[in-house]
């Protein structure tokens, strides 16, 4: 993970780690951190508390996204201190930039961005005043006159960091569960690091090649690090720690304890393996869901 | 569990009255917050076979659990279909599968209009809110629209901070309808508060259809920051039955983070 963040991942970047809630790269994040890269522009559809420790990392220039909150518990508190009149105005630093869409605006920036596409066009956007917040969302005209729909750039980041449950040496990539918008960030970005939970064999990605979301062909780095996506989750292999998520709310209220935090969780330790040896195995234990196997299909052999 | 159906908190008849909401509905998009337990109640009570759209990209939900979040593994084992949220918002909301959009917010109008993106000014906001996420495609797309919230003078406001996700009667540009535009959706239908249930009228405005157990209308009017039309008869809401208060405490929020 070290080496791939110090390669691929350079101060001024436009970096997303994506995952909807599932599969969140928490490792590459504090990384990040660690290496105490500057000036970033994150992009997320949510932040989560990733963005927020980040934020609070003092890594990030610009924010760009479409939910910005701690799911099922309340706000990001680090971000909010960066984008809120009276914290901003009362610590004399700038605030936080801020580039905001829905979700599906989000998503299409990505889908824009793989396809070498000028624009992506919704229905939606109409009446609000997300417009006004964000010029760059932009009505047009059907070309084939039949109404208006909103048009969203194209988002191409310089870096995706994508979590996922296994890849093989050369980057193929498979993910179950939520899919969210890897596939479509991954394609989008000029470099991709892709964190998995397991490395695996060739011949197992192409048993089952309905499950390939990344191929080898667009991946720089692969990174092996078991439990990466902590305190989020991996379908099957480990449930959120939503303990952790609540107890974040309190530290990230109070700077000196979200400072405090960084510190011990995150500058203090070398990486994702003593992380999750401090975290102890008794916690981890708690996380691991009962089993649910799919069926096996038969992709037949054809000669 | 004994349950005491005697007595309920406010947050749950809200719950029970939303999920009710629900009976004969077919295809239901969940949004973050109240409108998840909702759902989910309703799928064990008036609406078995209630598909469960998730913006996370789930469709047909079979959740075990209550969903931590919107993007919880339950919602994934069991399901019909997993999707990319591209194939979930383009195909299914946007391709006009989906029947109810159920969503929560900080501010809403007389009309539907929401606000979920900041109080204050937005370059400069008082508080900051999470944002759209899916709600302003979802309040353009979705068939129809309900909203489950609670109500107070910071909440139910004269003029909204910001507007997140458009509501009724959509005629903002030239006077033009919602279906003049293209729009598939016609917008919010329901309300659903702590204290009452409004509906809306041909005029887009809300109005109070029935009052909860235990409310009154001067409490609605003191939580509100405008004088709303009033239904003549007045509805009474059916408290909550013991089956449904049971569901709620024993097996959906037994941890009482809605309901508190």
Same mark, same amino acid.
């Given at each position: 993970m070290r080496d791939a963040v110090a390669d691929l991942v350079r101060d001024g970047d436009t970096v997303a780690i994506e995952g909807f809630t599932h599969l969140i790269s928490f490792a590459a994040g504090h990384e990040i951190i660690r290496q105490r890269k500057r000036d970033l522009t994150l992009a997320r559809l949510t932040p989560d508390v990733i963005y927020d420790q980040m934020v609070a990392g003092g890594v990030a220039r610009k924010l760009v996204f479409s939910w910005l909150g701690n799911p099922g518990v309340g706000g990001l508190n680090a971000i909010r201190r960066r984008i809120e009149a009276a914290p901003v105005a009362a610590s004399g630093e700038p605030a936080l930039e801020v580039e905001e869409y829905s979700h599906f605006g989000m998503v299409g920036r990505y889908v824009a961005g793989a396809s070498n596409l000028p624009f992506f066009p919704l229905r939606s956007y109409f009446e609000t005043d997300m417009p006004k917040a964000n010029p760059l969302i932009r009505p047009i005209e059907s070309p084939y006159g039949d109404g208006i729909?909103?048009?969203?750039? @194209?988002?191409?980041?310089?870096?995706? +960091?994508?979590?996922?449950?296994?890849?093989?040496?050369?980057?193929? %990539?498979? #993910?179950?569960?939520?899919?969210?918008?890897?596939?479509?960030?991954?394609?989008?970005?000029?470099? #991709?690091?892709?964190v998995v939970e397991e490395l695996v064999d060739e011949s197992v990605v192409r048993a089952d090649p309905n499950r390939t979301i990344i191929p080898g062909l667009i991946v720089d780095a692969v990174v092996v690090e078991p439990f990466g996506a902590h305190p989020s989750y991996v379908q099957g292999a480990y449930d959120r720690d939503n303990r952790f998520y609540l107890d974040w709310d309190p530290i990230s209220r109070d700077e000196d304890a979200t400072q405090a935090w960084l510190r011990e969780w995150v500058h203090d330790l070398a990486g994702r393996a003593a992380y999750v040896e401090k975290l102890g195995e008794k916690r981890v234990a708690t996380l691991r869901p009962g089993r649910a196997p799919s069926g096996v299909v038969d992709y037949g052999d054809y000669r | 569990m004994s349950v005491d159906a005697g007595t309920f908190t406010k947050s749950e008849m809200m719950i029970v009255a939303a999920a009710r909401e629900l009976a004969g509905q077919h295809v239901c998009f969940v949004g973050v917050g109240l409108p998840n337990i909702a759902v989910n109640l309703a799928k064990r009570t008036v609406a078995p076979d209630l598909e469960l759209v998730y913006e996370a990209g789930v469709f047909g939900a079979r959740p075990a659990r209550l969903p931590l979040s919107i993007g919880d593994p339950t919602?994934?084992?069991?399901?019909?279909?997993? %999707?990319?949220?591209?194939?979930?918002?383009?195909?299914?909301?946007?391709?006009?599968?989906?029947?109810?959009?159920?969503?929560?917010?900080?501010?809403?109008?007389?009309?539907? &209009?929401? &606000?979920?993106?900041?109080?204050?000014?937005?370059?400069? @906001?008082? %508080?900051?809110? @999470?944002?759209?996420?899916?709600?302003?495609? +979802?309040?353009? &797309?979705?068939?129809?629209v309900f909203v489950i919230m609670r109500q107070s003078k910071r909440s139910f406001v004269e003029r909204i901070d910001f507007r997140t996700s458009p509501g009724n009667p959509g005629g903002d540009v030239a006077g033009a309808t919602r279906a003049e535009q293209g729009w598939l959706g016609r917008g919010p239908s329901v309300v659903v508060t702590d204290l009452g249930i409004y509906r809306f009228d041909d005029s887009g405005e809300m109005g109070l259809e029935s009052l909860h157990p235990g409310a009154t209308v001067e409490e609605v009017r003191s939580t509100m920051g405008w004088e709303p039309r009033i239904a003549d008869p007045l509805g009474m809401t059916v408290a909550p039955t013991a089956v449904e208060l049971r569901l709620i405490r024993a097996e959906l929020d037994p941890g009482g983070a809605y309901t508190k």
């Open positions: 729909v909103y048009a969203v750039p @194209p988002l191409r980041p310089d870096v995706t +960091i994508v979590h996922a449950q296994r890849a093989d040496e050369n980057g193929n %990539t498979q #993910v179950w569960g939520l899919l969210g918008c890897q596939k479509e960030a991954a394609f989008a970005a000029e470099r #991709v690091i892709v | 919602i994934v084992t069991g399901a019909t279909a997993v %999707t990319s949220m591209f194939e979930l918002f383009a195909f299914y909301l946007q391709g006009g599968l989906v029947d109810v959009g159920f969503l929560g917010a900080a501010q809403i109008d007389r009309f539907g &209009n929401i &606000n979920t993106t900041v109080i204050g000014e937005y370059g400069a @906001p008082a %508080t900051r809110l @999470p944002g759209s996420g899916g709600a302003c495609e +979802i309040a353009i &797309n979705a068939r129809e």
